[in-house]
């Protein structure tokens, strides 16, 4: 655990709900068997009327924060919602109302304002009958001097893969401030898809059964996810901020398109693309901004980017580099000249213009207030990412055709001086150097949140020879690593290979799941990469533990 911090004060027992008549699709209990429902209150096993899904909060502030319900019934209802202190809501720090609207599918958002900076509070929201929600906790940012402030970091939460035990031991462990989600909160993939039939949980039994591709579709998706009990009790118990990624839309998707979206059976991409961003702003705890930042005293700015559907340029594809191409020295001789050419184009972009220049702005604003951390809670992987030579010659001839061809060719563009990822900001390495270029001119003491790869890592970033910051990328809450797909390289010789092959890769865990717990200080960014024991039954049992740590100016990690 991370130590030397009150606790905060424990949530409250999560409050049932009426369970009434089924909606739309039908009667969905709760994924898992009776056991695993004892610990959950009765009104999240089915979303009929009344209040479905709990509640939640997000968007904080110094003095508001952003609180969130559904409540259905037969007609739009307005809700009272109430802030407090104390869980026994003696005095009421804040309140209003606010409308649950089929036209939201019943999901109502309000902001409380006039709170006090850097504290708890309690929430709930009361119907006109007199029933009321779960009792949730958050609490506003810090102003002025910070001594420590703690976030609990997740991403890639694939629903058919197993349970959500990453945010089950977060709330148990009740050591951070914060949430913050990096994307890929739900998978859009139909059943048996990913996870595959046979990687299926027997348990979590996902609705739709199809892709999501309709209104109705995202709507019933969201759903599914957010009847989940350790995500129900998670968003009850710490405010979140959240990025999407490309799962929330569609797989690698970027501002004109997706590789999993296909127009001549699925209809325009802009109108996908509305309702996607339409339905997860129902459904989450946040505001309509694609981007914004967060002043955590003088402590830290974190900046919540949107690298996917906002101004991100389609990704590049090496396979297309090479089609036709069989003989070795004209495969390379194409790498070198996609690496000269197309990869470096000044002209890409992933943020998009406008989001370069306010995050550029913000940068420089943050340092200039006195901030000791920059913080970018972001989507994919910044720091550099080659293939290991080594790892050619552990290809085994019994592997699939398509297995052998994509790792050679991962050899290949290595050799190359290309990358393995071109989703990630190693596609996009003009749009990067701006990022490092703000940052350095800035005085920045950059720290990188990402997601996005399943697997967890730490780096050191630097640029023309500067020390730029440090990254830490999250392993997946239940999506597989690389173990899934390079099950033949024992995990650690992979994770050491990788290491090896990159400068800017201090370490590296590619076979377990979990979240992250940073901590910030004027004198140092410390995560825990936390690994939960199991996905397959619902447990808060850790499996192990890992810190880095970066002391404020090095822009390094701690050898």
């Known amino acids: 655990m991370i130590k030397n911090k009150p606790a905060a004060p424990a949530p409250e027992a999560a409050a049932p709900s009426a369970i009434s008549t089924v909606s739309r699709r039908g009667l969905f209990a709760l994924a898992g068997a009776a056991s695993a429902l004892a610990a959950t209150p009765a009104g999240a ?103 420590t402030f703690r976030l609990a970091v997740f991403s890639c939460s694939n629903f058919g893969f197993g349970w959500f035990n990453s945010y089950a031991h977060a709330v148990e462990a009740n050591d951070c401030d914060l949430a913050v989600h990096l994307g890929d909160y739900i998978y859009e993939y139909g059943k048996g898809t990913y996870p ?115 101004g991100r340029d389609e990704q590049l594809d090496l396979g297309k580099v090479l089609e036709g191409v069989s003989d070795p020295e004209a495969a390379m001789r194409a790498m070198v000249a996609f690496r000269d050419g197309d990869w470096s184009d000044p002209q890409r972009h992933l943020l998009g213009a406008t989001q370069e220049q306010w995050l550029a702005e913000g940068l420089a604003a943050s340092t200039a207030r006195g901030a000791k ?58 749009a990067r150097e701006r990022v490092f270029t703000a940052a350095l001119e800035a005085d920045a003491n950059l720290l990188v949140l990402a997601g996005d790869t399943h697997n967890a890592w730490a780096f050191d970033l630097d640029h023309a020879g500067a020390k730029v910051g440090v990254e830490v990328g999250v392993q997946g809450t239940t999506s597989p690593g690389f173990e899934s797909y390079l099950s033949f390289v024992k995990p650690g010789d992979l994770a050491g290979a990788l290491v090896a092959e990159n400068a800017q890769l201090q370490w590296a865990d590619t076979s377990q799941r979990g979240y992250m717990a940073v901590e910030l200080t004027p004198a140092r960014a410390t995560t825990e990469f936390r690994f939960v024991d199991t996905i397959k039954t619902r447990s808060t049992r850790l499996a192990g533990t890992k810190r880095v740590t970066s002391e404020a100016g090095a822009r390094v990690l701690e050898a």
């Not at 904080?60 to 919602?81: H, I, K, N, Y």
């Open 373 to 430: 951390w920059q913080v970018l809670a972001q989507q994919v992987l910044m720091g550099n990412l080659k293939s290991p030579a080594a790892l050619t010659a552990q290809i085994e001839g019994s592997l699939p055709d398509f297995v052998r061809q994509r790792l050679a060719a991962a050899a290949m563009a290595s050799e190359a001086g290309l990358p393995l990822n071109m989703d990630a900001w190693d596609g996009y390495p003009a």
């Open 45 to 147: 096993r089915t979303w009929g009327s009344g209040f479905t899904h709990g509640v939640a909060s997000g968007e904080p502030q110094g003095t508001s924060v952003l609180l969130w319900t559904r409540f259905v019934a037969d007609a739009e209802t307005e809700l009272d919602w109430e802030v407090s202190d104390s869980a026994d809501f003696a005095r009421i720090a804040s309140a209003g109302k606010v409308t649950a609207s089929p036209n939201r599918d019943w999901c109502a958002k309000a902001i409380a304002n006039g709170l006090e900076p850097d504290r708890w509070y309690f929430y709930r929201f009361t119907a006109p009958g007199g029933a009321t929600s779960d009792i949730g906790r958050t609490r506003t940012l810090p102003q002025g001097p910070t001594r």
């Open 196 to 310: 595959s039939g046979a990687q299926m949980h027997a348990d979590r039994a996902l609705a739709p059964d199809s892709e999501i591709v309709t209104l109705a579709d995202y709507r019933t998706r969201y759903a599914t996810y957010r009847a989940d009990p350790d995500l129900r009790r998670l968003h009850q118990s710490l405010p979140m901020i959240a990025v999407w990624d490309d799962h929330e839309s569609a797989n690698d998707s970027w501002k004109n398109g997706a590789e999993n979206h296909q127009p001549e059976s699925e209809g325009p991409w802009e109108a996908r693309k509305a309702i996607a961003k339409r339905v997860y702003r129902e459904w989450m705890p946040v505001s309509d901004e694609p981007y914004a930042a967060y002043d955590i005293g003088d402590l830290a700015t974190i900046f919540r980017l949107d690298t996917r559907l906002e």
